[in-house]
């Protein structure tokens, strides 16, 4: 076991190093050192765990002697089909969480949110309002200076509060667009709103899209 370590040390080392005196040497990706990184981590956590589980198990062992030795291969074994019944009961759940109420959840990262709650705990009931606001705002102001957005945020004629988004950041206004008519994206809610965006359209009204079809629209807008 001892020179189990021994080998995961070398190799530790040798990815480690700089090079010296202008010598070429091969080194990992930032993506591959940090998944290396984090199996190297976990690999150390899991050989630990079972060390403490070994001195533990046969802690106990002594005052209850029904409880059989445990040497340090059966400790690795114990905490690996204990882990695997944990991810098992875990998935269980989730799926269940699923079934009683379906669609009401979305993947982000590794790990689940409610589809109603932003990542700022803001729901889409609230962030839609205050993009409303935003709107009868910008129409406002448009009345009163010939049919015309303004030029941009935090213009005089409208309130700096109703550009700022509750989740962090300004809400983003496009160039150019009139409000009154079209498909065209007027405003929308700034990369701090994570996940699906809500927009506001030349016609008022207000939509939600994911990042990949916002970002085509908004290219498409600014080709002459």
């Known amino acids: 076991m001892h020179r189990k370590f021994m080998l995961l040390g070398s190799i530790w080392i040798t990815l480690s190093s700089d090079a010296q005196a202008g010598m070429t040497v091969i080194t990992l990706t930032d993506v591959a050192r940090a998944r290396f990184d984090a199996l190297s981590f976990f ?6 765990i079972a060390w403490a589980v070994k001195g533990l198990w046969n802690h ?6 029904v409880l059989p030795r445990l040497d340090y291969r ?3 074994g114990l905490v690996f089909l204990t882990g695997l019944m944990f991810y098992v009961v875990l998935t269980m759940i989730s799926g269940a969480r699923e079934l009683l109420t379906p669609g009401a959840w979305e993947k982000q990262g590794m790990g689940y949110r409610n589809r109603e709650e932003g990542p700022h705990g803001l729901t889409k009931d609230e962030r839609r309002e205050a993009l409303r606001e935003l709107q009868a705002a910008i129409w406002t102001y448009a009345k009163a200076n010939d049919g015309k957005a ?3 945020p935090l213009t005089d004629g409208i309130s700096p509060e109703l550009w700022k988004f509750q989740g962090g950041g300004l809400y983003c206004l496009m160039p150019g667009v009139r409000p009154g008519g079209g498909r065209e994206v ?3 809610e ?12 030349a ?5 939600d899209r994911a990042e990949g ?12």
């Open 213 to 224: 079809p916002l970002k085509r629209d908004l290219e498409e807008q600014w080709r002459p």
């Open 74 to 76: 059966r400790a690795l």
């Open 43 to 48: 690999l150390v956590s899991y050989f630990l």
């Open 186 to 188: 007027l405003a929308y």
């Open 150 to 152: 303004p030029p941009g």
């Open 203 to 207: 016609d008022g009204s207000i939509e």
């Open 60 to 65: 106990l062992a002594k005052t209850f002697t």
């Open 190 to 201: 700034p990369a701090s709103a994570g996940g699906r965006r809500f927009i506001l359209l």
